[in-house]
């Protein structure tokens, strides 16, 4: 296993530092942290100049793809991921996207991730040779709370996860993706470690 990170130019580390921790916990020794300019991509995790959206509730968050969203973020990281997975030669890529309790995002769908296997079937060196790379989505069509539940089963180091947009010394609790990640602790019966403002 070899676990990926990438800074993107994101507008905080808290998120790598986060996936340091989570790397570490499990004492995993190789780490592949690789940077990715994306701060000429319009969208308010990538450029300083476009404010977070701050929520009073879940039921604030609207339909529309919000400006969150870094366009075209996971078929870059995924091809990133492809091409680390032939180097090692892994036969799968693992990712934790949501299409449930998400903010809307387009490439966290599952017909997303359908339609990139069959783009690594045609474009890689091991889909052209018949052992293509599968995408693993594990949690896609769970709920926050289900997932919350099963990381407490598994004994998933949840305190040591990120979430937050805005990347504090707190998370701020106001933000679409902590106000989804408040809910699915809250839906699943726990409280979140993780510190807010």
């Known amino acids: 296993m070899v676990p990926l990170t990438i800074r993107y130019g994101q ?7 986060a996936a340091k921790a989570v790397v570490k916990h499990y ?15 319009r ?18 968050i609207g339909d529309d793809i919000p400006i969150t969203y870094v366009p075209a973020r996971n078929i870059i990281f995924l091809s990133i991921a ?11 890529i693992f990712i934790g996207a949501n299409a449930i309790d998400y903010s809307g995002y387009p490439d966290c769908r599952p017909e997303f991730f359908r339609a990139f296997e069959t783009v690594l079937n045609v474009g890689t060196k091991a ?12 949690i896609l069509s769970s709920t926050k709370a289900d997932i919350v ?10 305190a040591l996860t990120w979430s937050c947009y805005q990347g504090g010394e707190k998370a701020c609790g106001k933000c679409d993706s902590c106000l989804i990640r408040l809910k699915g602790f809250e839906d699943a019966g726990y409280k979140d470690e993780c510190q807010y403002e």
């Open 11 to 17: 507008r905080h580390v808290r998120e790598l530092d």
């Open 27 to 41: 004492g995993l020794t190789k780490h592949v942290v690789m940077d990715l300019n994306l701060t000429s991509f």
């Open 43 to 60: 969208s308010a995790l990538t450029r300083m100049d476009i404010a977070v959206p701050k929520r009073g509730s879940t039921a604030e």
């Open 82 to 92: 492809a091409g680390l997975a032939e180097s090692v030669d892994a036969d799968r």
């Open 127 to 138: 889909g052209v040779e018949g052992s293509p790379i599968k995408i693993e989505h594990p």
């Open 149 to 158: 539940r099963l990381g407490k089963k598994l004994k998933a180091p949840l």
